[in-house]
Structures are given as structure tokens and as C-alpha cells.
T-cell receptor
Framework: GENVEQHPSTLSVQEGDSAVIKCTYS??????FPWYKQELGKRPQLIID?????GEKKDQRIAVTLNKTAKHFSLHITETQPEDSAVYFC????????????FGTGTRLTIIP | EPEVTQTPSHQVTQMGQEVILRCVPI?????FYWYRQILGQKVEFLVS????????KSEIFDDQFSVERPDGSNFTLKIRSTKLEDSAMYFC?????????FGQGTRLTVV
């Protein structure tokens, strides 16, 4: 089955700096890669996603890149703000998301004011 | 904006008791899921449900677990005889054309 590795497990950055979180996946049939943000005690919230036929996608301060050959994808947050502090999970799925999500182990991002 | 809703938000139960966790998926979604998250760990897939039947289940989803869509709106997860290790946050999710949206979760505590 699919295995998703995520690094780093914790990340602290100064407010205004950029943060990068990386994930690798094992199943070459995976074709959909969402990122979820989870604040303490709350639901995972979808913040951005990318399909395997796209190499990069951007939404304001957030971007995701995908390297299908290397089977890795990354989340980039620029101009970080205190409200970006949360746990971020990457995930992978087949069938463009209509199958189960396999999650990474999460990255606790702390923005230092 | 439509949301997945779950009830109850917190359930405490004695070991060996049956619990039913309830979910109302987003109305036009076709795929339904249950996931669980043990405190401080990653979200783990339990089961997916499509067209009124289970489409996939994980190793965690053993004979103690069952799912049902009793009517057009609710989606339930039943644990027949709870164990201490079932203590976790249980999330329902639904999807349509790839994006999966999660409910706010039910925190299940087995004592």
C-alpha cells in the first residue's frame, strides 16, 4: 500500500520568513496530493491540492510543487504569519481523491513573532 | 459554506460498550469516509463508502466496526465492543470530484 513520509516533524520560523515542508510517497499510482492544516483540537482543513498532471500550484502565500519522477511534493508558505502556526499534513490518493487519503506524519509549524 | 457535521463532539464510554458515531456529509457528495487520529499521531484511514457499500477498509476496521447510511443524510460508524485502544478522535469526511472535507471530529474516550 501507499506510504507517505513527511519532514520535518517540527519547524520553527521567524514571522515573515518562508517555510517548506516535504513529503515523499511510494505508490506510483497516486495522482492526487492535498495538504491539510490542523489547528489544535480542530478538523483538518484542506488548504491546497495538486494533481499529478501539474507540476506546481499557487494560492496567494501558499504553493505546492510536485516531482512525479522522484515521487515527492512540497508545501511552501511565504511571508509567514502567526496564524500559520498549526500542524500540516500531506496526503496522497489514487483516483484523483475519490479513494482513501494516506497521510504523512505531520509537521508542527511554529511562527515566532 | 457547507460543512460535514458530526455528533457527538465527545463521547465517553466504558470498555466493552457499543458506541455509534454520527455524521452528516455534505449533501451532494458521493464518497464517505471514516478516519481516526490517536492523540498526537497522524490521521489514519478506516473505511470508505460509496454507492451504499464499503469500497475499501483498512486493517484497523475489523469485525468490531461497521458503517451504515441509514437514510439519505446520515452516515454512522458503530464500534460493537469498545477497547481502551479505540480511544481517539474519529473524523468523518466526504468528497466529490476529489476534494475531501472533514467533520470537526468526535473524541471517543474508552475507560
Amino acid at each position: 500500500g501507499e506510504n507517505v513520509e513527511q519532514h520535518p516533524s517540527t519547524l520553527s520560523v521567524q514571522e515573515g520568513d518562508s517555510a517548506v515542508i516535504k513529503c515523499t510517497y511510494s505508490d506510483s499510482a497516486s495522482n492526487y496530493f492535498p495538504w491539510y492544516k490542523q489547528e489544535l483540537g480542530k478538523r483538518p482543513q484542506l488548504i491546497i491540492d495538486i494533481r499529478s498532471n501539474v507540476g506546481e500550484k499557487k494560492d496567494q502565500r501558499i504553493a505546492v510543487t510536485l516531482n512525479k519522477t522522484a515521487k515527492h511534493f512540497s508545501l511552501h508558505i511565504t511571508e509567514t504569519q502567526p496564524e500559520d502556526s498549526a500542524v500540516y499534513f500531506c496526503a496522497a490518493s489514487r483516483d484523483f481523491g475519490n479513494e482513501k487519503l494516506t497521510f504523512g506524519t505531520g509537521t508542527r509549524l511554529t511562527i515566532i513573532p | 459554506e457547507p460543512e460535514v457535521t458530526q455528533t457527538p463532539s465527545h463521547q465517553v464510554t466504558q470498555m466493552g460498550q457499543e458506541v455509534i458515531l454520527r455524521c452528516v456529509p455534505i449533501s451532494n457528495h458521493l464518497y464517505f469516509y471514516w478516519y481516526r487520529q490517536i492523540l498526537g499521531q497522524k490521521v489514519e484511514f478506516l473505511v470508505s463508502f460509496y454507492n451504499n457499500e464499503i469500497s475499501e477498509k483498512s486493517e484497523i476496521f475489523d469485525d468490531q466496526f461497521s458503517v451504515e447510511r441509514p437514510d439519505g443524510s446520515n452516515f454512522t460508524l458503530k464500534i460493537r465492543s469498545t477497547k481502551l485502544e479505540d480511544s481517539a478522535m474519529y473524523f468523518c469526511a466526504s468528497s466529490f470530484l476529489e476534494k475531501a472535507f472533514f467533520g470537526q471530529g468526535t473524541r471517543l474516550t474508552v475507560v
